[in-house]
């Protein structure tokens, strides 16, 4: 550490955890592959172990911190080199971040907010070219999981109904300081255009996919008896005894279009 970070403790209550290593450092700049021209965003960018390289690559950064001690030091360090917007990304308004560009979003999320943290960035998913994140693997395998695995749930549905959904590769404790408990991933997403949207009021359809996946163990049929009846789900062509897990994206897409919306 340098610059007025010596010292500088990883803060618990910010989930902080420093990458170091410089193998994984360029491994993930080389996933990400800056290019002159972008408006790339870096959530966390803590001691700037990606910072230092995307400046180097294109010139600028735009990044959230939400230490002021790490804030402070980015400033001085990098000058206008680096936009910094001191802010909580769960709570910033990323509308106003950059309105007339397209964005590349980045970061190494904290593992405490990184489900909600992505469901809040999908309101600008329309004018986002990609994401890399590092999150915890546990996350980023839901995050990719396929139907009827063990892991495939709310968080793989919603995602995967906006996203192309990328593993990249795994991160291993070690390459952080504090070191982690746990293997951290990085995945790659990719907004669909939204030409390739199926139709549905994302509303609706937040309500049922979490309502189905409220009890894994449950049939669709009592999962969803509050907002479907057996004669509803049966009419888009899906088995009211089907449990959550085993329907594929555009199965719950279909559900959210039903018409009715409590049974009979």
Not at 37 to 58: F, K, S
Not at 173 to 187: E, H, Q, R
Request: glycine share 4%; net charge neutral.
């Amino acid at each position: 550490m340098q610059n007025g970070l010596e010292g500088h403790k990883a803060r618990k209550r910010f989930g902080q955890n420093f990458l170091h290593d410089e193998h994984w450092i360029g491994r993930i700049i080389a996933a990400i592959n800056p290019q002159m021209g972008d408006t790339i965003v870096e959530i966390g960018p803590g001691q700037a172990a990606l910072t230092r390289h995307i400046i180097e690559a294109i010139g600028h950064e735009t990044a959230v911190e939400i230490d002021r001690d790490l804030a402070a030091w980015l400033h001085e360090t990098f000058a206008d080199r680096l936009t910094l917007i001191e802010a909580d990304a769960l709570k910033l308004n990323w509308q106003d971040v950059h309105p007339e560009k397209r964005l590349r979003i980045i970061g190494n999320l904290p593992y405490n907010i990184s489900s909600p943290l992505l469901f809040h960035l999908m309101n600008v998913a329309d004018r986002v070219i990609d994401q890399h994140f590092m999150l915890q693997k546990e996350v980023v395998d839901r995050m990719v999981a396929q139907p009827g695995s063990k892991v495939y749930g709310r968080l793989s549905v919603m995602l995967q109904y906006r996203y192309r959904m990328q593993k990249m590769f795994d991160v291993p404790p070690g390459a952080f300081t504090p070191a982690p408990k746990v293997t951290s991933s990085i995945v790659r997403m990719t907004p669909l255009p939204k030409e390739a949207l199926l139709e549905v009021d994302t509303e609706r359809f937040s309500v049922i996919v979490a309502a189905a996946f409220n009890q894994r163990r449950k049939t669709l049929r009592n999962a969803l008896s509050k907002l479907l009846s057996q004669e509803a789900i049966e009419s888009v062509g899906i088995d009211p005894s089907a449990r959550a897990e085993s329907l594929p994206v555009e199965a719950f897409v279909r559900l959210a279009n039903i018409k009715v919306t409590t049974p009979s």
